[in-house]
């Protein structure tokens, strides 16, 4: 099962797009969710949707991508519900209408975020970045580094998430499933859960950054090794994404 963050290899014509139009793309998309209404997000959702079946990416993926953040998503409809009324602590129809869109918004930026990272691997993902960060070398910034530092957080993302289902099967496994327990019980495993994620995230960081040094790597040695260059399709996708942009902002 493919996790947020997470790359799997695979062909189609979104593979073979530069990253930094995929990336530009996912920008500009995501401001115009964060203002959308109804029918613009319909039509964004059947967007978004359309190009997740197009590179073969199955539901049963995009469940998985989206089973994290349930619990978030809930408590945003629970406290529009509550307090997106005139009222306070009772149910509002108005704040489920908002809370419904709110929540709307973010399972699409969720999609198109799995999307970028499903097709993307990291590498091509820091290329983007760094053919996009370019021009601020002329200020002295420090893009190389920039992009190396983005390298890690990407694939830090996955390792995590195994990491975390690891950890549940050895809790579920000593008799730690949570289906039945107390709310006493779900916070203290909660807390064991998160102490170990930080202590196993922690013994990670040492080994690579040992790594890493035995290696040779220095500040500025990162970036891109490869020119990125645009083709006809990389210029189609971003007329057709613009013109769908400027259409979503319209309605």
């Not at 978004?48 to 539901?59: D, M, N, Q, V």
């Not at 991508?65 to 406290?79: E, G, H, Q």
């Amino acid at each position: 099962m493919v996790s947020l963050g997470q790359y799997v290899a695979g062909e189609g014509l979104i593979y073979r797009l530069d990253p930094r139009i995929k990336l530009l793309s996912v920008m500009a998309l995501s401001v115009a969710i964060l203002q959308a209404g109804a029918v613009a997000l319909a039509l964004c959702t059947v967007f978004l949707f359309g190009t997740a079946f197009s590179s073969r990416l199955k539901p049963g993926d995009i469940g998985a991508s989206l089973r994290p953040f349930w619990f978030f998503l809930a408590l945003i409809l629970l406290l529009h519900v509550a307090f997106g009324g005139p009222g306070h602590g009772a149910f509002s129809l108005p704040g489920l209408r908002q809370g419904m869109l709110v929540t709307w918004r973010f399972l699409c930026l969720i999609v198109a975020a799995f999307v970028l990272t499903r097709t993307t691997s990291p590498t091509e993902l820091v290329r983007g970045f760094a053919g996009l960060l370019r021009p601020l070398e002329r200020l002295r910034v420090p893009v190389k580094d920039l992009s190396f530092m983005l390298t890690m957080a990407f694939r830090f993302v996955p390792l995590l998430a195994s990491e975390t289902g690891r950890i549940r099967d050895a809790q579920r496994a000593r008799g730690g499933d949570l289906a039945g327990a107390t709310l006493r019980g779900k916070i203290k495993a909660t807390r064991s859960l998160a102490l170990t994620m930080v202590s196993g995230a922690s013994m990670r960081v040492d080994e690579i950054a040992a790594a890493v040094a035995a290696r040779g790597y220095h500040s500025g040695a990162g970036g891109p090794r490869r020119e990125l260059h645009l083709g006809a399709a990389d210029y189609g996708v971003l007329v057709l994404v613009t013109v769908l942009i400027s259409f979503l902002l319209v309605l």
